[in-house]
């Protein structure tokens, strides 16, 4: 089983900054690695696949890099609606298919 | 617009069973696999099950294997989840979610998920 580590457990950051998100592989997963965004009493959301791709969408602000087991989220200007959990999932194999233990994003 | 509706949770005790389900509408359903994932109260998400558009695959995560049951009606655009010998750690919403192509292990789409609570 490829197992997820997100870093930071929770970031503090305030609108307007930049936001920096981690997600490690236990083995190589390629590219196989999906971000998704849960608010409270919601669903999770998609914002990337393939480690790079935006899903229909996502704002442009997002955006996915890394290959191997090492990947980032980064979101370029924090907007208040996008303070929330994150996940990373990997695809690569499965099953099982593996998320990351997520990281919360919250206003500083 | 796609929409997934999830019903059948409740409050069940340990070694019972709960059936969910889960119709989806504003998409090919047969196209897709669908599967199901779990959140237990204030943690992450974990997978638990899949079945590919036509049926001939089932996925399971092992700690349900041999426990929970994944099959799908396409004719009625829904996927249903059989949850037998329910144990205390079982207890989370569970989602159905919609993967993004045939079988490619992402999902695009959610439903809003079901509770199903574990207990005496």
């Known amino acids: 089983e490829i197992v997820l580590t997100q870093s930071p457990a929770t970031l503090s950051l305030s609108p307007g900054e930049r936001a920096t998100l981690s997600c490690r592989a236990s083995?190589?997963?390629?590219?196989?690695l999906v971000w998704y965004q849960q608010k409270p009493g919601q669903a999770p959301r998609l914002l990337i696949y393939d480690a790079s791709n935006r899903a229909t969408g996502t704002p442009d602000r997002f955006s996915g890099s890394g290959s191997g087991t090492d990947f980032t989220l980064t979101i370029s200007s924090l907007e208040p609606e996008d303070f929330a959990v994150y996940y990373c999932?990997?695809?690569?194999?499965?099953?099982?298919?593996?998320f990351g233990g997520g990281t919360t994003l919250e206003i500083k | 617009e796609v929409q997934l509706l999830e019903s059948g949770g409740g409050l069940v005790q340990p070694g019972g069973s709960l059936r969910l389900s889960c119709e989806g509408s504003?998409?090919?359903?047969?196209?897709?696999?669908m599967n199901w994932v779990r959140q237990a109260p204030g943690k992450g998400l974990e997978w638990v099950s899949g079945?590919?558009?036509?049926?001939?695959?089932?996925y399971y995560l092992d700690s349900v294997r041999g426990r929970f049951t994944v099959f799908r009606d396409n004719s009625k655009s829904t996927v249903f989840l059989q949850m037998n010998s329910l144990r205390a750690e079982d207890t989370a919403v569970y989602f159905c979610a919609k993967d993004i192509d045939w079988n490619e292990g992402a999902f695009d789409h959610w439903g809003q998920g079901t509770l199903v609570t574990v207990s005496s």
């Open positions: 504003g998409f090919t359903f047969s196209n897709h696999a």
């Open positions: 083995q190589t997963i390629i590219n196989y």
């Open positions: 999932q990997q695809r690569s194999t499965w099953p099982p298919l593996t």
């Open positions: 079945i590919t558009g036509n049926s001939l695959s089932t």
